[in-house]
């Protein structure tokens, strides 16, 4: 049956992941924490099959399996299978047909099993939430997307409240939930509390999972981890990240080409770009950018590639003095060894000894191409010993937080190396090499 209200919440862990072998051993770790359900998340369903259902069921069989199956036709199908393989909770989408949702509550009632409806993409979730018990739900779960969520979207407590109020069914929810969110959703009323990255992407799983209980009990904690940046929290998050980690966030997209770092070791740039045009070895509109350049910004200038310097030593202590994060050259830069002594990073396409004139040719605040790449004033620069990515303003809010994710998961990669795995095993990269 149905949680009772009155009874203890439960964490259910979310192995949102494509590897078996991996789910398993984070999936002992998060119970060692004392995760109450596990769930074979969609991504290992899809990768795995039911047979994911029943490897883990083989391990952890006193623990309640749900099996994120996101259903959206053949409900009974779906739901025999799941429940065969050894699942005890499935889900279904609220969005799906009545005939689907009918069809997967009565066989899920048929094999003793039970159906959690989820809410995703639901504009009206009172009515969703009202329809899905009428429909014979055993839990309905308000999910915010991890599409969403890159967003800047995350699970409201405010939202559980709502629904909390309108049914009587046990209320869970997902997306975007980590330790210190997990205790408001507990006071909003939600009685299960699915929780993905903020554990599984852990260094200590097993300390996540702990954490995040302590948190459900009332205990007040500060979680930085699977953290979902917005507009304001931009530089921060930008800060936190590698250019690598950028550039698999935008699928290759943004990379500045043939642009080389000038800088030393462990020095990181980032800053809304402020573009120049000029041309080769005319260093005024550079220079004059620097008196216009907003504290924080990062002065790029399209110089065409040309090999006679347009920026040098006092240029880098201007700006330095002004607050400007950087500067980023496709053309010729001079005065290396004293811009590295300084620390001001500079990144250019050239290193000369010789400079031309300020004759005062171009502009400043243009579209310009710089390193291959479209650049406006305004949109995000990053840059380290990698080199440098460019993030257009409009899209930065979930760039970000792709690029968070990456470097995450590759966290929590490198700490399954540390322990004795290799990358190509973890991956399983002969099993997953594209079939053509």
Known sequence: MPLERSMKPVLQ??????????????????????????????????SEGAGAIRELKKRFPSKTLVADTKTMDVGG????????????????????????????????K?????????????????????????????????????????????????????VVCVVSVPVAVAGGINAAIARKMVEAGASVVIVGGAIIKAKDVTAAARTVKRSMGGAKVKEELTRKYCEDDLLKAFSSVSSPNMA???????????IVPRIVHGTKMVGRALTVQTANGDWAKPVEAIDR????????????????????????????????????????ARDIDSILEMRFPCFSRHAVP??????????????????????????????DESGIVVVPQESAVEVA????DVMERENRVREEIKHGGTLSGLQELEKWEQVR
């Open 293 to 332: 350049a907003q504290k924080g910004d990062v002065i790029v200038i399209d110089v065409g590639g040309g090999n006679i310097a347009v920026w040098g030593e006092l240029a880098s202590w201007s700006a330095r003095t002004k607050g400007v994060n950087g500067v980023v050259i496709d053309g010729a």
């Open 248 to 258: 698999d966030a935008q699928h290759k997209r943004g990379v500045m080409v043939g």
């Open 354 to 383: 010789h400079a031309g004139e300020p004759k005062g040719y171009g502009g400043i605040g243009h579209e310009i191409t710089c390193g291959g790449q479209t650049v406006r004033t305004g949109d995000w620069i990053i840059g």
């Open 110 to 162: 048929r094999y003793g099993a039970q159906i959690m409806i989820d809410l995703m993409n639901e504009h009206d979730l009172v009515e969703a939430a009202v329809r899905a018990q009428r429909l014979g739900a055993d839990y309905v779960c308000l999910h915010v997307g991890i599409d969403e969520q890159m967003r800047g979207l995350t699970s409201a407590s405010k939202n559980v409240k709502k």
């Open 13 to 46: 862990v979310a192995l949102d992941l494509m590897h078996l072998k991996r789910a398993v051993e984070i999936a002992d770790d998060a119970v060692k924490g004392g995760a109450d359900w596990i769930e074979v998340g969609t991504p290992l369903l899809k």
């Open 401 to 404: 937080n792709r690029a968070v």
């Open 77 to 108: 199908f779906e739901v025999e299978i799941a429940v065969k393989a050894g699942a005890q909770v499935v889900t279904v989408m609220s969005l799906a047909d009545e005939g689907t949702i009918s069809e997967a509550v009565l066989t899920a």
